[in-house]
């Protein structure tokens, strides 16, 4: 089993959905979350960052976390054809330096 | 502009030719990473160094080298590629243990 799954889509939406895009994961011990945005022929770009559970609101994405449950979410409000790309889930143990990613969930929102 | 660099982005090359890929970054970052991402993998890291001469392994060193003599340098070495080290590679850097990975722009690497 791996540690951090993610369906890998594609997922297809119409332009200004609601993008819900999720990640579970079976070690407790994580609790450093990430949401990573990559287009294709680029690297990955961080786009939301969050600590333990909770949620965290940035413009249109609001990334939850839910530590009991060990399930992450990713909602983009009002989705646009340029948020089109692949998004992966990370995450890291305190103390340690190594991200360990989700395969990536490819988005496609059509005009 | 703060960003890492990668050269080259794309490269083919033959089963047991020596290469290198550079990565160089510009924002003074302690912590340094390759990764390889392959489809239905993900993402998996392949050598981190914590700083100058401060190096380890991630999940899947096997087959490739790294070296860190300056702080902004952190090449790659595969000294005797195979075709399953075919892949997408990314560099990443990062201010210090817990902050945020800035990614490279990739390199396509193809051993024939």
């Known amino acids: 089993q791996k540690e951090v799954e993610q369906d890998p889509g594609p997922l297809s939406v119409p332009e200004g959905a609601i993008v819900s895009l999720n990640c579970t994961y079976s070690n407790s011990a994580f609790q450093y979350f990430m949401w990573y945005r990559q287009y294709s022929r680029k690297g990955p770009e961080l786009l939301m960052y969050t600590y333990s559970s909770g949620n965290k609101e940035d413009g249109r994405f609001t990334a939850q976390v839910d530590k009991s449950s060990k399930y992450i979410s990713l909602f983009i409000r009002d989705s646009q054809p340029s948020d089109s790309a692949t998004y992966l889930c990370a995450m890291r143990r305190t103390g340690f330096q190594k991200l360990v990613f989700g395969t990536g969930t490819r988005l496609l929102v059509s005009p | 502009e703060a960003q890492v660099t990668q050269n080259p982005r794309y490269l083919i090359t033959v089963t047991g030719k020596k290469l290198t890929v550079t990565c160089s970054q510009n924002?003074?970052?302690?912590?340094m990473s390759w990764y390889r991402q392959d489809p239905g993998l993900g993402l998996r890291q392949i050598y981190y160094s914590m700083n100058v001469e401060a190096t380890d392994k991630g999940d899947v060193p096997e087959g490739y080298k790294v070296s860190r003599k300056e702080k902004r340098n952190f090449p790659l070495i595969l000294e005797s590629p195979s075709p399953n080290q075919t892949s997408l590679y990314f560099c990443?850097?990062?201010?210090?243990?817990?902050?945020?990975?800035?990614f490279g722009p990739g390199t396509r690497l193809t051993v024939t």
């Open positions: 924002m003074n970052h302690e912590y």
């Open positions: 990443a850097s990062s201010l210090s243990r817990a902050e945020r990975e800035y």
